[in-house]
């Protein structure tokens, strides 16, 4: 098993920047690539981000550009870098892991969720 757990959500002005931390714990070894997704209200959750264990990187073509993921092996962690947030960014944002190379909604393990919220 895999434990996720999320950190960094905050309420934020539009312009601003935050970084998630998402710290992977259990058997990692099994992890081949980790993620975000989000989740607004009243709609279905969106993919955002994953880098695989090679530290490939991969993006919603709508977010790359403001956001950026980058991992921290020795301490198993992921981190998303937002910048100029939105308010359309408000959101849950899920950190995921896979045993395959890439991150899904049937992916196996899932944080709880950290909330971003984009406001004046």
């Known amino acids: 098993q895999v434990q996720l757990v999320e950190s960094g959500g905050a309420l934020v002005q539009p312009g601003g920047s935050l970084r998630l931390s998402c710290a992977a714990s259990?058997?990692?070894?099994?992890?081949?690539?980790m993620g975000w997704y989000r989740q607004a209200p009243g709609k279905q959750r969106e993919y955002v981000a994953q880098?695989?264990?090679?530290?490939?990187?991969n993006y919603n073509e709508f977010l790359k550009g403001r956001f950026i993921i980058s991992r921290e092996t020795a301490k198993n962690t992921v981190y998303l870098q937002m910048d100029s947030l939105k308010p359309e960014d408000t959101a849950l944002y899920y950190c995921?892991?896979?045993?395959?190379?890439?991150?899904?909604?049937?992916?196996?393990?899932w944080g709880q969720g950290t909330q971003v919220t984009v406001s004046s």
């Open positions: 880098i695989s264990n090679s530290g490939f990187a």
């Open positions: 259990g058997s990692r070894f099994s992890i081949n690539a």
């Open positions: 995921v892991a896979d045993t395959t190379l890439r991150i899904k909604i049937s992916s196996p393990y």
